[in-house]
């Protein structure tokens, strides 16, 4: 069992740059490939970004690249999401996400791969 708290939503304006963390407890944290989704209101939730076990290995959306950057630490038991120029439609909840027993190099895009969720954290992006 992996538990998954993040942090660092919040309310920013178009241009500005937020940094999400997503502390994980309950089992090794470096068997765990991570992900991060989001839903805005009205719409399903949606693939943002993705790091491998190994942490060598991410994948981004099309609608993120070039500004998100995800990262984990495995000391600290912690993924992270940099997000950079973050634009209106980056409105949403977060969520980080685990899939326990991941292969080393492999990310995972599908929101059915992962058997773990957070709570979520609000980020708003005003223009």
């Known amino acids: 069992q992996v538990q998954l708290v993040e942090s660092g939503g919040g309310l920013v304006q178009a241009g500005d740059s937020l940094r999400l963390s997503c502390a994980a407890s309950?089992?090794?944290?470096?068997?765990?490939?991570m992900g991060w989704f989001r839903q805005a209101p009205g719409k399903e939730r949606e693939f943002v970004a993705t790091i491998s076990r190994s942490g060598s290995t991410t994948n981004y959306a099309n609608s993120v690249k070039g500004r998100f950057t995800i990262s984990r630490d495995n000391a600290k038991n912690t993924v992270y999401l940099q997000m950079n120029s973050l634009k209106p439609e980056d409105t949403a909840v977060y969520y980080c996400a685990g899939r326990p027993n991941a292969l080393y190099y492999t990310t995972y895009v599908l929101a059915q791969h992962y058997f773990y969720w957070g709570q979520g954290t609000q980020v708003t992006v005003s223009s």
């Open positions: 309950g089992r090794a944290f470096s068997d765990v490939a």
